[in-house]
Each structure stands twice: as structure tokens, then as C-alpha cells.
């Protein structure tokens, strides 16, 4: 599929086919830059860019933003070393981003957010702060869609991923970028990796640290996925409902104060 998304068919196939997909998922195309010719493949057309201002980002003091066009599919604190990545389905912190890294967010909090086919395909920073590293994962590539979540055990810790460690004025943030079906390439901003192409997993850590805006591009998926935030305890309150539609740069969580409980 990915093959097939990537491939340059001749104009008037290629036009029909992303007429086809725009018609069918309800593509708003008036936020995007470009029309439907300036995009070479199906891919291309998944991971295009929005114009300016038509995604505003809070800068509200002391919150988080949506990294993604998204749905909020679960969300909730980190007990045990675990997180429900769909209701009844408890699933691993230290399966999701390695042992190494699981215990520092240890009764903190996590958010699960689903991108669907008709939407944006870039993914920003929730927070200002600095990149400390940037560790590949390699996996399967189940769906992800809702469904799959309650069925596959430990889904998203078994799919392709790519996960940004970053420090901000909520401790360290954990932004979780799964690869699902059809959507095994994950590319970034900060180095020439691309998921699921052959290229080895790690951990690349940032020497110097990258400072990032609120809201600044840190991914792209060539297909839509999942995103999922896990924070450290006591810095986060989400301000999201079940099913939520949100947008990047949207308010959805509100730090906490050193002083609350």
C-alpha cells in the first residue's frame, strides 16, 4: 500500500484518484496549499501543508496544544506502568517507549489521539522546550482504528513508532508518533530517518538539545495514525472529552502549578 500510495500514476488516473479520496473522506482542500495537481502521488497529497493561520496556536500561558488534527480516544493517568489504549485494554508504557524511559512517567498522564484518513498529516509540538532525542522504534503495522485498539493486545507498543523526548515547562513530554496499516513511513524534522525503510533503530540523542516553538513542526505520517502524549505526574490537567474532535495548536490540557497537590 505504501508502494502503491508513493507511486506517480499518469495525470489524468492521478486526478481521478485523489478526486476520488477528497470526495469520499471529505477533504476540506480550502485549508491546504496547492490544488489537487500540485500533488505528485497519494502520498504526497497525505502529508501536504496547510496555508498560513489556518491552524492558530493558543499561547495561552502554562497549557499543552493538540499536536494533531486528531480524535481523543483516550486519555487518563499511568498506574502501574500502564495506559488504556482503548477502554478495558490496558497496554504498556515500557512496551510503547522502552524500559529506559517508562519509569519517569510512572503515575503520570497520557492521551491517545487518532487521525483518520481526511485529516491534516503533519504533526507539531504540544509545548515549547527542547528535543533531547529522538528514538525509532520498529514494529508490525496493525490499524489502528478504534476497533483494533480493543481487540490487538498492546497495539501501538508493537507498531512502527518514532518517539520525541522533549523537556518543556511541563517536565518531559513523550510525543509518540504510531505507524498503523498503510502507514508504515514516519518521517521527521530533525534528521534524514524515515520509518520503515530500512534504516536501523535507536535512540539519536540531540547534541546540542533542539529548541522548538509551540506548535512547530516536529512529523509527518504518510497515511493517517495515532498520537500519544505521556507526561510526567503532577504537571498536566487534560481539558478533553471522549470522542473530542480537536485541532493542532488547540488547548487541551492545562499545566499544573508547583504548588497544587
Known sequence: MG??????????AHRFLLRWFIKKYKVDLSESEGSVDDFSSLSEFFIRRLKPGVRPIDDAEAILVSPADAKAHTFGRIENGMFMQAEGRPASVATLVGEEHADRFEGGDYAV????????????SPAAGTLQALDYRPGTLWPVFPAASRKVDELFGRNERLVFHMDTDAG?????????????RIG??????????????????????????????????????????????????????????????????????????
Open 3 to 12: 508502494l502503491g500510495a508513493r507511486l506517480r500514476l499518469p495525470s489524468f
Open 113 to 124: 489521539l487518532y487521525l483518520a484518513p481526511p485529516d491534516y498529516h503533519r504533526v507539531h
Open 172 to 184: 518531559r513530554v513523550a510525543t509518540v508518533m504510531v505507524g498503523a496499516f498503510g502507514v508504515g
Open 188 to 261: 521527521n524534522e530533525f534528521d534524514a530517518r524515515i520509518t520503515n525503510a530500512g534504516q536501523p533503530s535507536g535512540s539519536q540523542p540531540m547534541d546540542p538539545p533542539v529548541a522548538i516553538e509551540r506548535g512547530g513542526e516536529i512529523g509527518r505520517f504518510e497515511l493517517g495514525s495515532t498520537v500519544i502524549l505521556l507526561c510526567e505526574p503532577n504537571r498536566v490537567k487534560w481539558e478533553l472529552e471522549p470522542g473530542q474532535i480537536t485541532r493542532v495548536g488547540r488547548r487541551i490540557a492545562q499545566l499544573i502549578a508547583s504548588d497544587e497537590p
